[in-house]
């Protein structure tokens, strides 16, 4: 009992980690400052969160996953993954990015 409690404490403290990271991600943006490895970062989080209920995973993969996660975006600047993570992360953080005015298209103008 003592561990599903904190099972659940682990994944609901991962989500609104997630969930502050994205909001991280759309001020950056904002502010001209969009880089690939934050939404690479975001969107490696967020299919962490997805997986351990779709696989019936405990939320204690968590401690493993987003380490990895940062590591993984960390590496996306490399030849082979940059390829295949930036346009799925691109798409990830164009959800974020919805209604958003950054300025230098203020500056533009």
Known sequence: MFLNIVSDIIYIFCTLFAIVWGINMRYRAKVGQR????EVFGLLMVISLVLIP???LSPFHLLWMFPVSFLLG????LFPLNLLLWPL???????WY??????IKEIEK
């Open 35 to 38: 880089e690939k490895i934050f």
């Open 54 to 56: 779709a696989l019936s």
């Open 74 to 77: 960390m590496l996306s600047i």
């Open 89 to 95: 992360a691109s798409l990830y953080g164009s959800i």
């Open 98 to 103: 919805i209604g958003l005015k950054s300025k």
